[in-house]
């Protein structure tokens, strides 16, 4: 394995990071506009905080997906091949969440803004699950050929651990985004999301004992590597317990960013339970590993040279619009 192939896997774990903090809260906020939001205004308070910025973040996936497939391309293929029901309902996730802001908004009866206002709350909920469902069946093991074809069945996407991870992954998204709206919103909506995430941290607390636990049991992380494992599970449960301290103290900036990076740490426990591989295959023989999965050494140094070209302007203008979008919402 080479210097640049090892550094293109971590750069598209960093990107699948970058999207699940900054994404993860705004499905965290669609899924509170159906169970945090009393009223139209409160609904309208609660869109209004990641109105200017949420699909800003989705392209984050893109340009995750975009990276795999040009420093990857067989772990593209085997993994959009292999996993393409599932990606298929996450694109229509997608679609359906982006059409109803719009939709929503040109609603001329209450009963429009009540339909679409559902759809962007159970949209919200679904992709972050289909998501957590993708990535802890992918490392468990999939039936697959030596040329990288997936024929897998209903039971090997949809089982214990693949259930809990998608639960898990949709409960972590509510929760940041709880935070976030109490870091961006005042009134009524602000104290209610700090006694929401209060209770539901609670019920995280199980979900990731029982999560390590499946572990364990259904893959062969803490085989493998188990000391990184260990600390990245103990990192996990570290944040947790600082961003539920932090929603009591109501530090709410900590409790955001502990949250982030909770999502950060697990992005990190998967990519490193998959090294030095990139497709994990019941068979062992057919794994698939980053030094054969990648593009030329050319292609990889060009597209190093552009990424850290561009990536300075990139990661400027998206702080930039945080920053003039920095304010508080009143309802």
């Not at 636990?213 to 803490?222: G, K, N």
């Not at 998959?274 to 295959?281: K, Q, S």
């Not at 140094?301 to 009143?330: D, E, Q, S």
């Amino acid at each position: 394995m080479s210097g640049l192939q090892l550094f293109w896997f971590i750069i598209v774990g960093v990107l699948f990071s970058g999207f699940f903090f900054l994404e993860g809260f705004d499905y965290g906020v669609g899924m509170s506009v159906i169970t945090l939001a009393k009223d139209d205004r409160e609904v309208n308070q609660t869109i209004g905080a990641i109105g200017p910025v949420w699909d800003l973040n989705e392209v984050w996936l893109l340009t995750a997906g975009g990276a795999m497939f040009a420093s990857f391309p067989y772990w593209y293929a085997s993994l959009f091949s292999g996993y393409y029901n599932i990606l298929f309902l996450i694109l229509v996730g997608l679609i359906l969440r982006g059409v109803t802001f719009e939709f929503r908004h040109h609603s001329q009866t209450e009963k429009g803004k009540r339909f679409w206002s559902r759809v962007l709350g159970v949209s919200s909920f679904a992709i972050p699950f289909l998501f957590g469902l993708m990535f802890t069946s992918l490392i468990q093991g999939v039936p697959m050929d030596a040329q990288g074809n997936v024929f897998a069945h209903f039971t090997d996407y949809v089982n214990l651990l693949s259930v809990v991870g998608g639960v898990a992954v949709a409960l972590l998204s509510w929760l940041h985004g709880l935070n976030y709206l109490a870091l961006k919103t005042e009134g009524e909506l602000r104290e209610r999301a700090h006694q929401w995430a209060n209770i539901l941290y609670f019920v995280l607390y199980a979900g990731e004992v029982v999560f390590a636990v499946l572990l364990a049991i259904f893959t062969d992380f803490f085989q493998k590597h188990f000391l990184a494992t260990l600390i990245l599970l103990v990192v996990i449960v570290g944040l947790t317990v600082f961003a539920h301290l932090s929603v009591r103290a109501k530090r709410e900036m900590s409790a955001f960013l502990a949250s982030g990076l909770t999502f950060i740490a697990l992005v990190a426990l998967l990519f490193q339970g998959l090294f030095p591989r990139v497709m994990i295959a019941t068979n062992s023989a057919h794994d698939i590993l980053i030094k054969n999965a990648s593009s030329t050494t050319y292609t990889l140094t060009t597209m190093t040279i552009v990424a850290l070209c561009i990536l300075p302007f990139v990661l400027a203008y998206i702080g930039w619009t945080y920053w003039v979008f920095r304010k508080r919402l009143r309802k």
